[in-house]
């Protein structure tokens, strides 16, 4: 698998048809998705202006299944100490994701892209 997230050309084959009809369901108009990285049981999405998590179920979880974070000064995002997990943290909350091997260089590639978005004003 490659080590980079998957770009918007090729991102809807590596959700499932129920996740990928619930990022679809909360994109805003003209909003489009750049990159994909997979985590256990969820996904990282991230548009131009917004990183969303996506767990698998998400239409079973109503609150919790799609979760979006503006690019903003608010949002920090990490690969944990034993990079075994990826925390989101926005306004004092923590999502945290747990990490196969074989997904950390992608979560890792994300957690970069994210910020360079973030700090960059892209």
Known sequence: MSSTPRRSDDWEPVLSEASREAVEAVLEPAESVDFVAPAVGSSL???????????????????????????????????????????????????TLFLRSDQLAQAEAFVAEVRRRMYSGD
């Not at 917004?50 to 299944?65: E, M, T, W």
């Open 45 to 95: 999405v991230l548009t131009e202006r917004r990183l969303i998590v996506v767990r698998d179920g998400a239409n079973f979880r109503p609150k919790s299944g799609v979760r979006s974070f503006k690019l903003e000064s608010g949002l920090a995002i990490r690969v944990g100490p034993r990079r075994r997990h990826l925390i989101v943290e926005s306004a004092g909350h923590a999502i």
